[in-house]
């Protein structure tokens, strides 16, 4: 008789295997995964350029990527779900524990401290030899109000006897109240931060700067005649888009003036358009009686009609898709819609919803797959269609069949859920059948996000000019956002060239404003340190405004007052 509370013996390869053996087994194991995983986009990429019939090269992509998908385990849940016996996952500790050095700031100022009474080659009271000269860098984070003052003295004098006076000519730059880094840094934190005038006059209250909530307007309205061919030129090329994706919510505008043929329609709201095109990303924020659908139509207007028919994505709502637009694009709906239906009803319903969410949440991790490792818009799509297709086929037959066999009521909750997927079934799966359509329109909700801040702080535009300026101001920043510009470096650029910006827009679009300026300023390396012209000296704009603060906070601590006000002449 064998006790129960006896250990059972080991199998013999168990007992005669060493632990540190199996040790080396497993990790060798990952190191294989990762080593496939690495070398899958190389992979794919050599089979492509290869001489290999076009059938074959099919053929031995579907083998590849089969046996890359074999190895991952399936995501079985796209909702976060923990047993109560299960410890939540540790966190991976950083070693600098919030703090960056300063090769995480390269665009600050450096000042150089050195080194007196030793020198390379001296030699040390123990006999050795100081090596070459090293920098050991430190960083200290000082602090500036947003806009500061600074007082042009002009020295004049005046005849004594017919009174003629004559004075010392200001810098063009000079000559302008508001300069253009005023204008640009009140615009990113009204549209691009959510900060209302009325905030930002109070915030500068207190460093000792009055400057109007109306001043404040007026300066963000000087800036719009630079800025607004730029907003047109990138309507204009949001139209050529490969995907263009939209959606809105609601807007407020105290004095509206609303057009006839939207008299008897009450709302007002902010669409967002995100346009895609190469490797350029366009938003475009817009504030009026239309929907979202009625402004995707005026801009496939401007699309040349020889091009290829775009993806156009959105949810399901019936005013996103009018049917110019249906008949000139290929129509994708956000999966990720149809899924929030699920996720309200998990309570209520936890079967179905717990087997609608593990499917749709196995086919959200084939697509992070497909995008960690950079796959193409074709193979992407052979990825889904070798392991999404058959998930999202069986999703649809359960689906139908509740329906069908009567097992839900068609009007309760779970059955207006399920209706939802079905009837929306062909562009909800679009995915399967064209290369690089989206499964989910996430990137216009955190585009409206900025239309949303705004409108939490500042409540509401007063008119129809005010919110064309927001919409422009939003449009350029967030697009700046979307392609890793410096918003308040691009706004200041933009009013400097003024006049060059009105001839030529789409020569100073976000992405390619710099070599703009590298032309204008007869830079040919691309790689060369740029002069932006602040006046008629040629001064940068950047370097004068890093020597202003540099030497202003020296004065400060070096003051015993340690006062902020800014120095009436700068030497």
Not at 180 to 190: G, N, Q, R, Y
């Amino acid at each position: 008789m064998c006790n129960e509370n006896e250990s059972v013996p080991p199998t013999t390869e168990d007992a005669t295997e060493p632990r540190g053996q199996k040790r080396r087994k497993k990790k060798l194991s990952r190191l294989q995964r990762l080593s496939l995983a690495v070398n899958l986009e190389l992979l794919l990429t050599w089979i492509q350029l290869s001489n290999i019939p076009p059938l074959f090269k099919m053929g031995i992509k579907r083998q590849i990527l089969a046996m890359y998908r074999h190895i991952f385990p399936e995501k079985r849940s796209s909702e976060r779900r923990r047993t109560e016996k299960e410890k939540p996952p540790k966190k991976k500790t950083d070693s600098s524990r919030g703090r960056r050095g300063a090769k995480d700031f390269p665009g600050a100022p450096r000042e150089l401290h050195p080194l007196d009474g030793v020198k390379t080659g001296d030699r040390c009271r123990c006999g050795g030899v100081f090596g070459s000269t090293q920098l050991l860098e430190s960083v200290q984070f000082l602090a500036l109000p947003p806009i500061q003052v600074v007082v042009h003295q002009c020295e004049c004098v005046r005849c004594s006897s017919c009174n003629l006076v004559r004075r010392a000519q200001l810098p063009a730059q000079a000559a302008k109240r508001h300069h253009p880094t005023a204008v640009s840094m009140v615009a990113l934190m009204k549209y691009g931060s959510g900060f209302p005038f009325y905030r930002m006059e109070r915030f500068l209250g207190h460093l000792g700067l009055s400057l109007r909530a109306s001043t404040q307007f007026e300066m963000v309205a000087a800036g719009i005649p630079a800025a607004k061919p730029v907003y047109e030129a990138m309507g204009r090329l949001g139209a050529l888009g490969e995907i263009l994706q939209t959606d809105d919510t609601s807007g407020r505008i105290t004095k509206y003036e609303r057009p006839e043929e939207f008299a008897e329609r009450t709302g007002i709201f902010t669409t967002g358009i995100l346009s895609i095109l190469g490797s350029h990303k366009i938003g475009l924020f817009k504030t009026s009686a239309k929907h979202s659908g009625e402004n995707m139509t005026e801009m496939l207007k401007k699309r040349p009609p020889g091009l290829a028919r775009p993806i156009f994505l959105a949810d399901a709502l019936a005013r996103n898709f009018p049917k110019v637009v249906e008949d000139a694009t290929k129509v994708a709906k956000c999966l990720v819609h149809g899924r929030r239906y699920f996720v309200d009803l998990e309570e209520a319903f936890p079967e179905q919803s717990k087997h609608v969410l593990d499917s749709l949440g196995t086919v959200f991790f084939n697509d992070a797959l497909a995008r960690k490792h950079n796959l193409s818009p074709d193979d992407r799509m052979l990825f889904h269609q070798a392991f999404s297709g058959p998930i999202m086929a069986e999703l649809k037959n359960r689906m139908q069949s509740e329906l069908d066999q009567n097992l839900t009521e068609a009007n309760s909750r779970l059955g207006k859920a399920l209706r939802y997927m079905l009837g929306n079934w062909e562009g909800l799966t679009l995915f399967l059948r064209e290369p690089g359509a989206p499964l989910e329109n996430n990137a216009v909700e955190r585009l409206l996000k900025k239309a949303v801040l705004h409108r939490k702080n500042a409540l509401f535009y007063r008119t129809n000019r005010g919110a064309e300026i927001g919409d422009i101001y939003m449009s350029l920043i967030y697009t700046c956002e979307l392609n890793g510009v410096n918003a308040f470096e691009y706004l200041t650029e933009l009013q400097i060239h003024a006049e060059s910006v009105k001839a030529n827009p789409s020569e100073w679009l976000p992405w390619n404003f710099r070599d703009t300026l590298n032309h204008l300023l007869g830079i040919r390396d691309e790689h060369a340190p740029r002069a932006s012209p602040l006046g008629s000296d040629g001064t940068d704009v950047g370097s004068a405004i890093h020597s202003f603060n540099s030497i202003n906070v020296r004065r400060i601590f070096r003051s015993r007052a340690c006062s902020l006000g800014v120095p009436s002449s700068i030497s």
